[in-house]
């Protein structure tokens, strides 16, 4: 079966931080995540938007939890799609939460569903879901599908640097980053996500450091060229999206920038106001 936009649809959850893609893409559909202050449950994007979400988390007495949809939200999304022969269910790394459980077991209703475990989160999501997109809409196949992902989950580069461990050791998500918690003030952690957990790799002290690091990793992990793609993702902190989309420009010229966003309600959640994320996939087809 020939693989393309008009018979495939894409299924993202709200961790991939991109709720345009609907009314950029048809074919492209969000099942939210959950965002809780106290008794007040919110969906991710539709009831609460960063903006929103960040201005209420700096008065919250208590930090805010997550939930992952649940199988019917997932089945409701799969069944506005039955006119599609193939569904490509893209979910936040299954380690990082239960959503590609929600979907895998909702996908059973549905023969035309594949789960897909992305191993990943926000930008990184979006950007495979670019990559499988492009080649939807010139004719692929099923097993070039799986060898894109599976290229992907082996291939693609996510750093990121937080104002504060606390927001990630508090939901239960810091991984082998749970050796840099109590470190120095200012110290900045350059952290990654490898087989879906945690990873840190380098402590810098203060953002301009940081940021030094992250275009020399882009440097050495990277080509400069047309088939490089970039994507970036902040949590309320605008200046350092800028920064660092600079940086990708100085230090990648030709590369394409896929994505600048915002970390929605529930990433936010977990990594805190003043993240930063840099992520990229050389992608030549």
Known sequence: MELTVENTALVFDSTADY?????????????????RFGEESFRDYVDLGP???????ASATELPSTSQPSPGDFA??????????????LQLSSTLSGTFASATAAAADFPAVRVIDTRTVSAAIAMLGFAVQRRLERGTSDAEIDELVARYQGDH??????????????GGRIGRASSLVGGLL?????LTIRDGEVVPLKRVRGSQKAFAEFAALLEAGSTDAPSLRVGIAHAAAPERLAAVEE????VRPSAQ??????????????AGPGTVGLFWFDDPE
């Open 19 to 35: 709720p345009e893609g609907p009314s950029t893409y048809p074919n492209w559909r969000v099942v939210p995540l959950y965002v």
């Open 51 to 57: 903006a929103q979400f960040y201005e209420r988390l």
């Open 186 to 190: 200012n110290v900045k952690p350059i």
């Open 157 to 170: 580069e996510l750093l990121f640097t937080l104002d504060s461990l606390d927001y990630l050791a508090r």
């Open 257 to 270: 920038l896929e994505v600048a966003t915002s970390l929605g309600a529930v990433v936010g959640t977990h």
């Open 247 to 250: 940086l990708v420009r100085r």
């Open 76 to 89: 409701a999304a799969y069944e506005e799609l039955a006119g599609y022969e193939r569904v490509l269910s």
